[in-house]
């Protein structure tokens, strides 16, 4: 994986068969924890951006 753009296009690929498989395989029960699990999975990311983001604001600003 070179650039973050194929990054992102392994994700889409990746999340597309999963997807699939949820449609396809997988009881309701299951599929509300998965849910959750991507739920929190998705916060935990949206709060790691945000970090990185801090970190870059404060490189810009010449801050260690």
């Known amino acids: 994986m070179g650039t973050f ?3 992102g296009q392994v ?8 997807r699939r498989f949820f ?6 029960t ?3 924890s998965a849910a959750d699990a991507l739920r929190s999975t ?3 990311l949206a709060r790691m951006a945000e970090e990185l983001e ?3 604001k ?5 801050k260690p």
């Open 11 to 18: 994700m889409d690929k990746e999340l597309e068969k999963l």
């Open 54 to 56: 801090e970190r870059l």
């Open 42 to 44: 998705s916060g935990r």
């Open 30 to 32: 299951t599929l509300r």
């Open 58 to 62: 404060q490189k810009e600003q010449g």
């Open 5 to 7: 753009e194929e990054f």
């Open 23 to 28: 449609q396809s395989e997988v009881k309701p």
